[in-house]
């Protein structure tokens, strides 16, 4: 005797034909098929070379932001190289640490100024603005953060022994709503491949 429950028909009477799924059930598992492949081809094409090519932000010439990044990280070698806040013995010694710093970042931004003079273009294939503008944005900005560091120098070397230590905290040009524009320079450093690029993290 065979068992009527071994294929799932126990119930089914003799002769009925397969159930049929509903059109629109059938319909829903169709659309979150499409939905699942794709997000992960968006997803796929959000994180490849081709995508952010097309970034307004990202410049053309791609051997400046090669020899940006390595110039860059040569500034940062001389940065780390440097005492921490904590191994300063007082706030005028931090003050010539931070002022040796502030001298490799006014460097770097004087030989990216001059290198980007003379090899970038005001002519762009893309939609997105030229790489004269788009990195001369980006070094108006490292003026400002220059200028920042030797304000805050001048802060160290001018406080008074009473001078709480919270009012000698480092402070940026209030420039953007939202955000700060070293975010801005990280950014746009990121997005270039020119990681060492960011801003340096010893103040």
Known sequence: ???????????TPPGTPPRKVGGWRLAGRWLAGLFIAGS?????????PWA?????ARIDDRDFAAWADQRCAQAQEVIDALPSA?????????????????NAVASLVTDL??????????VT????????????????DWDVYVADRRNHVVKLRTASEDTPDRELRFL?????????????MNGFARLNEMDNCQVPGDV
Do not use: C, K
Not at 40 to 48: D, E, G, K, T
Not at 90 to 101: E, K, P, T
Not at 113 to 122: C, G, I, M, P, Q
């Open 113 to 122: 100024r001059r290198r980007a003079e003379v090899s970038l273009t005001a």
């Open 172 to 184: 940026l040009l209030d420039m953007t709503e939202g955000s700060t524009y070293t975010e801005r």
């Open 86 to 102: 904590r191994q300063a013995a007082s706030r005028a010694q931090r003050a010539d640490h931070i002022d040796l710093g502030s």
């Open 1 to 11: 005797m065979i068992d009527a429950s071994a294929d799932g028909s126990g119930d």
């Open 40 to 48: 992960f081809v968006f997803w796929a094409w959000a994180f490849s």
């Open 52 to 56: 952010r090519s097309e970034n307004p």
């Open 125 to 140: 294939d893309s939609e997105g603005p030229a790489d004269t503008e788009l990195v001369g944005d980006w070094l108006a």
